[in-house]
């Protein structure tokens, strides 16, 4: 498999929005961490949210990890709550995970749930 280098960040989160917007997805991004998505059943998730951080500084520290590595990044739009769409940003591990998640090596994967479901936010307890 190959293809073109993954971009900056900014430019990731452009093409991800346009993604977003060809697919009828919210542009706004609250981002979320892969461990603070929980689907309850095949059409209930539940978001755990941090109520005065939208995630973004994470995400980019994620991204940039993972764009270090070489192995590829995806952000994938994993629910919808209200106008807001939920979001993850991850790396494969090795390449044989890479193969598997289908993520171009030391490239930028785009992906949208399907179907599109509407998640149940929740904050941590403490």
Do not use: H, N
């Amino acid at each position: 498999m190959t293809s073109e280098p993954c971009p900056e960040w900014a430019e990731a989160r452009r093409r991800f929005a346009d993604c977003l917007r060809s697919q009828g997805w919210p542009e706004a991004i609250q981002w979320v961490g892969a461990g603070d998505v929980q689907r309850v059943s095949p059409s209930e998730i539940v978001v755990y949210l941090r109520a005065d951080d939208d995630g973004t500084a994470e995400a980019e520290r994620l991204f940039e990890r993972g764009r270090r590595a070489g192995l590829g990044v995806m952000l994938d739009a994993v629910c919808t709550w209200g106008d807001v769409t939920c979001a993850t940003v991850s790396s494969p591990r090795d390449e044989r995970e890479g193969e598997l998640e289908r993520c171009p090596p030391a490239g930028l994967k785009l992906s949208v749930a399907v179907p599109r479901l509407a998640g149940t936010a929740r904050w941590p307890a403490c």
